[in-house]
């Protein structure tokens, strides 16, 4: 399960390079082939790791730490020490040592505990998942997970649901437009994409589906769903510090994320036992979702089905709705992407209504269009490993029981490994295929429990919906505003770009409609915009 920083995600600008750094995107130096140095000449990362503790708890949230270490990489190289209070972490980006780390994973790859869903697990008695585990229980856990979450078996039976669901997202807005007055339809892409990924999700766990896409959701969702965004935020305001001293400097925000977890406990615990009163009456003769599958299969106690339930919960929502709004962001800014996509999508409409299975076969494309989306805007900030035995990286000896991260951000970024990095285009995925390039979903066996689910999730969504909502010759349009503050004033202090904009017009829009703040430097087709830009997070359909 990849674990995304936070809810907003930024485009780096020029601005981001400190003078005499390079520019974004070029090449970083790499150590030369030696004989293997020690640890500590692995380059050191500037500043005080005490006092970057007490930054991280000042600020509260970590917005640019996947651009800060981009730029870290460029002025020290592939490889660099960043200890925080007395975490000492190894830095790396390259595919070479990420295939390193996978070569050395042990029978239990271990990484860090996530501290706050942990000590809310403690707190309250209940049994971790396998996010929150290491060591034999988590094998044991996960190798039964496997089989009814990650496998092609596994899959063929839950895609089915996540299709359906795809569909009514798509006919729902598709109705909407049809009973607008004008024409047309304008509302937050954001709540939007997060009720579609609750409602797939939910549906493929417990087989049943919530009514969140409907005209008029339950307060009872509509406190779930809340409770998941309050979770996900307080978890980046908590995450980096230890925890005794978190409790202490930031008892509000654990008192508002303990709060939200018991919402999603009750929510989870309801279908969890409402399904095994179900079976105790007798097997149905369908499938009937991921839970009832665990249960069925008997090997885990109901306590380590509610844990791992939770687990799925929280990771299969927020971070499958962010590559869905940036999938969309960027087949606005690539119409001929765009067209070619949607022409795919026609071509297999007929054998994927007959099969929705065909969907995973027959969308070359989009698949790629989806891994490319990962590419430039990760789910993850980064994959870590806690080291079992001694490694080389980079020429450098690394120590036993180091934490090494693989920053996803800057990987994809870099021209030494993507050809024209800051370029949109998916068909460099079909042209080859390199190892250890695509790991936004981590590699080995810790990779991303819940990576299939999401990948249907996004695939099945992308292809159903414009075909549905755009008439032949319309198309997606992005428009940039001044992002606002609460009271409607422009905000003094600069922003960065928020990417969740997707604009649709028809037909007699010759050219893309891009609306710039005057303090944006950049030309809106390029890649990259000022951080006086930001857009507006909403869609219209007309």
Known sequence: MAFRLKSDMWLAGPW?????????????????????LPFEAIPQCPGNKWLRVLQMWKEQNHDDLHLEMHQTFQELGPIFRY???STRTVAVMLPEDA?????????????????????????????????????????????????????????RKFLPMVDIVAKDFSEALKKKV???????????????????????????LFGEKLGLLGPKPSSDLLNFTHALDTMLKSTTQLMFLPRRLSRWMSSQVWKEHFEAWDNISEYAEHFIQKKYEELARGCPPYYSGIVADLLLQGDLSLGAIRGNTLDLIAGSVDTTAFPLMMTLFELARNPTTQQALRQESLAAEPSISGDPQRATMEL??????????????????FLERILSSHLVLQNYQVPAGTLVRF????????????QSPEHYDPQRWLDSRQAFQHLAFGFGIRQCLGRRLAEVEVLLLLHHAPPRLLPQGHRFLA?????????????????????FQVVQQGQGTAQRTLVTHPGCVNSPSSPTFSRNCSVLDSVTIC
């Open 83 to 85: 200890d925080v209070g």
């Open 16 to 36: 981001l390079c400190p003078h005499g750094a390079r520019a974004l995107g070029t090449r970083v130096v790499r150590a030369p082939k030696a004989a293997v």
């Open 99 to 155: 295939e390193q780390l996978y070569k050395a994973d042990s029978l239990y790859p271990r990484r860090m505990h996530l501290e706050p869903w942990l000590a809310y697990r403690e707190h309250r008695g209940q049994t971790p998942g396998v996010f929150l585990l290491n060591g034999p229980e988590w094998r044991y856990n996960r190798l039964r997970l496997n089989s009814v979450v990650l496998t092609p078996q596994a899959v």
């Open 364 to 381: 070359p494309l989009l698949r790629a269009a989806i891994k490319e989306t990962l590419r430039l805007y990760p789910v993850g900030l």
């Open 178 to 204: 049809l009973q607008s007055a004008q024409g047309s339809l304008t509302l937050d892409i954001q709540p939007s994409v997060l009720s579609y990924t609750t409602e797939a999700s939910s549906f493929a």
């Open 479 to 499: 428009t940039l505003q001044p992002r606002r503050s609460s009271d409607q004033t422009v905000q003094a202090k600069p922003r960065r770009v928020r990417v």
């Open 407 to 418: 920053y996803l951000y800057p990987m994809g970024r870099n021209p030494e490994v993507f």
